[in-house]
T-cell receptor, first 115, second 113 residues
Framework: GAGVSQTPSNKVTEKGKYVELRCDPI?????LYWYRQSLGQGPEFLIY????????DSGLPNDRFFAVRPEGSVSTLKIQRTERGDSAVYLC?????????????FGPGTRLTVL | AQSVTQLDSQVPVFEEAPVELRCNYS??????LFWYVQYPNQGLQLLLK??????LVESINGFEAEFNKSQTSFHLRKPSVHISDTAEYFC???????????FGKGTKLTVNP
């Protein structure tokens, strides 16, 4: 079956602009995660959804970052007033039911470059 | 707070040689441990995981990792590597009640002919 998909695969924007990154999880997966991977680092947790609600948003770095999952499937990560330091690969993952023991299936990522 | 340390950022080895990729973690609670692999131009894939029970876990492609609670380690080993094992390997930890994975910085394994 289809895996996690993310669009766009690459996004180049200018400092100060607004961007939206989309994630399509595996069908039927109720848990969805966003991570950010900066150059030379491992993925860093941003936010976790169970269904439509954000159950843990402790990893969002500041209030410029926001994510939604209105129908419990597709999720959008929104970044306002982008800064050069936001440049990274943004990864989305989903799992069948949540639970820290369950496998998270990762998408290919969106590479964001802020000029 | 949890953290993961992968001591080696790059590990070059020759084909058919053994390899060990080191991972140490810190946590004040019981943990679940994972190794993820990222092949060139691909997304992260789960390689193996330790949840409970036997401290030695294996993957389908010959890797194994041993959970050592006293040393807070979860090193990844393979007795004989192939060129196709060239990839970046990430160690990660999570704990009961917390959904997030905490990753190490990764180790790039390069297998040379």
């Amino acid at each position: 079956g289809a895996g996690v998909s993310q669009t766009p695969s690459n996004k180049v924007t200018e400092k100060g602009k607004y961007v939206e990154l989309r994630c399509d999880p595996i069908s039927g997966h109720t848990a969805l995660y966003w991570y950010r991977q900066s150059l030379g680092q491992g993925p860093e947790f941003l936010i976790y959804f169970q269904g439509t609600g954000a159950a843990d948003d402790s990893g969002l770095p500041n209030d410029r970052f926001f994510a939604v999952r209105p129908e419990g499937s597709v999720s959008t990560l929104k970044i306002q007033r982008t800064e050069r330091g936001d440049s990274a690969v943004y990864l989305c993952a989903s799992s069948e039911a949540g639970g820290s023991y369950n496998e998270q299936f990762f998408g290919p990522g969106t590479r964001l470059t802020v000029l | 707070a949890q953290s993961v340390t992968q001591l080696d950022s790059q590990v070059p080895v020759f084909e058919e040689a053994p390899v060990e990729l080191r991972c140490n973690y810190s946590s004040s609670v019981s943990v679940y441990l994972f190794w993820y692999v990222q092949y060139p131009n691909q997304g992260l894939q789960l390689l193996l995981k330790y949840l409970s029970g036997s401290t030695l876990v294996e993957s389908i492609n010959g890797f194994e990792a041993e959970f050592n609670k006293s040393q807070t380690s979860f090193h990844l080993r393979k007795p004989s590597v192939h060129i196709s094992d060239t990839a970046e390997y990430f160690c990660a930890v999570s704990s009961r009640g917390s959904e997030k994975l905490v990753f190490g910085k990764g180790t790039k394994l390069t297998v040379n002919p």
